[in-house]
Each structure stands twice: as structure tokens, then as C-alpha cells.
């Protein structure tokens, strides 16, 4: 087990280096929403404004402890995580904040994480970057999908990601 925690600060540092050579600027960003359940995540930091048409919405998150939150203020989503959205109708939300074109995670903890991307990157790569990684999911439809080595992760989706 010393080994793997070896391992795991080496993946973490690999990460963290990555999310630390970013290029930023100024930007909105649209969440395009389906009734029902969404997935989503925002690449944005500093987020200084929202423009909700959507009216009435739930959202909530993952603490820590991969315990459900509720989210009342957007302007808190954070980049590089994962958030669900319901709405009672097709709708959008514009976020304005400073964007951060980088994977945007800075670390993966042992078992299920809920997380989102700055910047689109094909599963395969992510994998490549933490050998602990062995399963990546979208909620596409109202349904899991299991994505594979070729499928992409994009900006704006979350993603459940599993780490052995």
C-alpha cells in the first residue's frame, strides 16, 4: 500500500502540474438544459454573474466525502467538478467568469468522483495521465452510458470517473 500512495501523490502531482499551465480569459458559458435531470459542469472560475432562464431549479453536489450537497448560489459551481441540475423544462444558463482551458481537476480520490473538464480530452488520454482510473460514465438521455477508451469527455457534461 506505500507504494500506491507513492503512486497516487506521483498521479497528483502530474495533475497538478497540468492544471497549474493554463491560459485564462474573460468568457460566458452556456449550459443548455433538458427537462428533467442534467449532469453538467462549468469551466469557468470567478464566476461573477449568472443569467438563470430556467426559473425555478435544484442543484446539487458532492462534498468531500461524495455526500450530496444542495447548491442554492451558482455563482459557487466550481471548476472541475461535477453538479446535477433539474429543471422542469428545456432551458439554459449563461455564466460569465474567467475561463480556464485545462482539464481543470487537480486531484482524484480513491473510488467514485464526480467531475467536469475545461477543455474537451478523449477518455483514453485522461487514462493515460492516472493508470488508477478503470471506468468513466455519462449521463446521456436519462441513462448511464460506460464510455470507452475512443469516446470524449467534453466541456460542460460531468462524468462519474472511477479510481481503483
Keep these: 500500500m506505500k507504494g500506491r500512495s507513492l503512486e497516487l501523490l506521483i498521479v497528483f502531482v502530474i495533475l497538478l502540474s497540468i492544471s497549474l499551465s493554463v491560459s485564462f480569459s474573460q468568457d460566458t458559458f452556456t449550459l443548455r438544459l433538458s427537462k428533467g435531470w442534467n449532469f453538467v459542469s462549468v469551466p469557468l472560475v470567478n464566476i461573477e454573474s449568472v443569467e438563470n432562464r430556467c426559473g425555478n431549479i435544484k442543484v446539487y453536489g458532492y462534498d468531500a466525502n461524495n455526500r450530496i450537497v444542495s447548491i ?5 459551481l466550481t471548476i472541475g467538478k461535477a453538479y446535477w441540475i433539474y429543471t422542469s ?21 480513491q473510488g467514485w ?12 488520454d485522461l487514462k493515460n495521465s ?23 469527455l467534453v466541456v460542460g457534461k460531468g462524468y462519474w470517473i472511477y479510481v481503483d
Excluded: H, M, P
Design 72 to 76: 442554492s448560489d451558482l455563482k459557487t
Design 113 to 124: 468522483n464526480a467531475v467536469g473538464f475545461g477543455r474537451d480530452i478523449q477518455v483514453k
Design 89 to 109: 423544462y428545456d432551458c439554459s444558463i449563461t455564466f460569465k467568469g474567467t475561463r480556464v482551458y485545462t482539464l481543470g481537476i487537480v486531484g482524484l480520490n
Design 130 to 152: 492516472c493508470n488508477f482510473i478503470s471506468s468513466v460514465y455519462a449521463f446521456e438521455n436519462g441513462n448511464w452510458k460506460k464510455l470507452s477508451d475512443e469516446d470524449y
